[in-house]
């Protein structure tokens, strides 16, 4: 168990990766809408909500707010990724199939931390493989940090529990014992914090009653728009002064110093933290970006980008709860992101891992309800 808390990086080329999945994902997309004859549901809402964000996305970037000209075909492939994962996946492939696949990828990265600590350092152009800190209890086996560990780990955890709550096997336990110790020895804090907020609306929609979880959801938002307007107007209590969230506070302050005047309504597009917040932070804090999603939105297109993005994800959140024979486990997994992204700066759209794995969690989160709400038309392929 030792080699169990070293943290390892692992660098792996990106732009490989990127034009890996979206060759995936233009193929497999190509195929389900030739080939598969099935009825497709696409609700009206969400597909508006996720045109908007798109097209805001791609305003935002072919007026000049871009840091690379390689941004100019960002919006192409970012839409057909996203439109794929919330609307056709979740329709071809059950939920059992890919978060199961998911929880179970999550125990092999666990077992790849104990062999990849004896090997490291190893450096082989494509991928590097470094000690983290030998003086701290943490892994992240072959991720960059301990932080994308604990979020691919978050998905697993859910993926264990809703094969739990259907099949009650013991695969199913031991994979939630061990997505839950990837996640306590990444020591991601954001992430130990959304799952169990997460679990908690859970408990409450699964042994109390869905009306009860709502009003929970509500508080949950409630909470959040408070806690995003105290900093933005810096109505920063005492206590959280002293907490100041690894220094998070201070980067949400130069965020917010930097959304005055027309970046309010139209924010930055698409460049680099150099240009838009640095400025307005102690060198120390330099090109650490946002660390906060909800910011992070902003920044990227202003305050109706932001509107956006919690219609869709928080509505679709509080869609799910109020109709009826949902997944709890599903929807609990929408909490946990909703509460990550206070802390952490993914975004729903782009061609990485991360978008990816957001964007099939708030997709199987629409679907869940698309299938018992009728008011979702049917599109023919």
Same mark, same amino acid.
């Given at each position: 168990?030792?080699?169990?808390?070293?943290?390892?990086? +692992?660098?792996?080329? #990106?732009?490989?990766?990127?034009?890996?999945?979206?060759?995936?994902?233009?193929? %497999?997309?190509?195929?389900?809408?030739?080939?598969?004859?099935?009825?497709?549901?696409?609700?009206?809402?969400?597909?508006?909500?996720?045109?908007?964000?798109?097209?805001?996305?791609?305003?935002?970037?072919?007026?000049?707010?871009?840091?690379?000209?390689?941004?100019?075909?960002?919006?192409?492939?970012?839409?057909?990724?996203?439109?794929?994962?919330? =609307?056709?996946?979740?329709? /071809?492939?059950?939920?059992?199939?890919?978060?199961?696949?998911?929880?179970?990828?999550? /125990?092999?990265? /666990?077992?790849?931390?104990?062999? +990849?600590? =004896?090997?490291?350092?190893?450096?082989?152009?494509?991928?590097?493989?470094?000690?983290?800190?030998?003086? =701290? @209890?943490?892994?992240?086996?072959?991720?960059?940090?301990?932080?994308?560990?604990?979020?691919?780990?978050?998905?697993? =955890?859910?993926?264990?529990?809703?094969?739990?709550?259907?099949?009650?096997?013991?695969?199913?336990?031991?994979? @939630?014992?061990?997505?839950?110790?990837?996640?306590?020895?990444?020591?991601?804090?954001?992430?130990?914090?959304?799952?169990? +907020?997460?679990?908690?609306?859970?408990?409450?929609?699964?042994?109390?009653?869905?009306?009860?979880?709502?009003?929970?959801?509500?508080?949950?938002?409630?909470?959040?728009?408070?806690?995003?307007?105290?900093?933005?107007?810096?109505?920063?209590?005492?206590?959280?002064?002293?907490?100041?969230? #690894?220094?998070?506070?201070?980067?949400?302050?130069?965020?917010?110093?930097?959304?005055?005047?027309?970046?309010?309504?139209?924010?930055?597009?698409?460049?680099?933290?150099?240009?838009?917040?640095?400025? %307005?932070?102690?060198?120390?804090?330099?090109?650490?970006?946002?660390?906060?999603? %909800?910011?992070?939105?902003? @920044?990227?297109?202003? +305050?109706?980008?932001?509107?956006?993005?919690?219609?869709?994800?928080?509505?679709?959140?509080?869609?799910?709860?109020? *109709?009826?024979?949902?997944?709890?486990?599903?929807?609990?997994?929408?909490?946990?992101?909703?509460?990550?992204?206070?802390?952490? /700066?993914?975004?729903?759209?782009?061609?990485?891992?991360?978008?990816? @794995?957001?964007?099939?969690?708030?997709?199987?989160?629409?679907?869940?309800?698309?299938?018992?709400?009728?008011? *979702?038309?049917?599109?023919?392929?």
């Amino acid at each position: 168990m030792t080699s169990l808390t070293k943290k390892i990086d +692992i660098t792996i080329s #990106s732009s490989v990766f990127t034009v890996v999945i979206i060759g995936l994902y233009t193929t %497999y997309l190509t195929y389900m809408l030739i080939y598969d004859e099935r009825t497709w549901k696409v609700p009206k809402r969400e597909l508006l909500l996720a045109l908007t964000l798109l097209i805001i996305v791609a305003i935002r970037i072919f007026s000049g707010g871009y840091s690379s000209k390689s941004l100019l075909f960002f919006p192409v492939y970012t839409a057909v990724i996203l439109l794929t994962n919330l =609307f056709i996946v979740p329709q /071809a492939v059950s939920s059992d199939i890919l978060f199961g696949t998911i929880s179970r990828i999550t /125990a092999i990265f /666990a077992l790849l931390a104990i062999p +990849i600590w =004896f090997f490291a350092p190893i450096d082989v152009g494509v991928i590097k493989l470094i000690r983290w800190d030998d003086s =701290f @209890l943490q892994i992240s086996s072959i991720f960059a940090n301990p932080n994308a560990l604990a979020k691919f780990a978050m998905v697993g =955890f859910f993926g264990a529990l809703l094969e739990y709550n259907r099949y009650q096997t013991n695969v199913a336990r031991v994979l @939630l014992l061990i997505t839950t110790i990837v996640v306590l020895l990444s020591y991601s804090r954001a992430v130990i914090v959304g799952i169990v +907020i997460a679990m908690i609306v859970y408990f409450i929609q699964t042994r109390i009653s869905s009306s009860a979880a709502i009003l929970c959801v509500s508080g949950l938002f409630a909470g959040l728009f408070c806690f995003l307007t105290i900093i933005y107007f810096g109505w920063i209590p005492f206590v959280l002064n002293d907490i100041h969230f #690894s220094g998070r506070l201070i980067i949400w302050e130069g965020v917010v110093n930097s959304l005055k005047g027309e970046k309010f309504w139209i924010g930055y597009g698409f460049m680099p933290a150099s240009e838009t917040i640095d400025p %307005y932070l102690p060198e120390r804090w330099h090109n650490h970006g946002p660390h906060n999603a %909800y910011y992070r939105w902003w @920044l990227r297109g202003g +305050i109706v980008t932001v509107i956006t993005f919690l219609l869709l994800f928080w509505g679709t959140i509080f869609r799910h709860y109020q *109709a009826p024979q949902t997944n709890p486990a599903i929807g609990a997994l929408g909490v946990a992101w909703a509460i990550v992204f206070l802390f952490d /700066a993914s975004l729903l759209i782009g061609a990485g891992i991360f978008p990816v @794995l957001i964007s099939l969690s708030l997709g199987y989160l629409i679907m869940d309800t698309a299938n018992i709400d009728s008011t *979702a038309p049917d599109v023919q392929s």
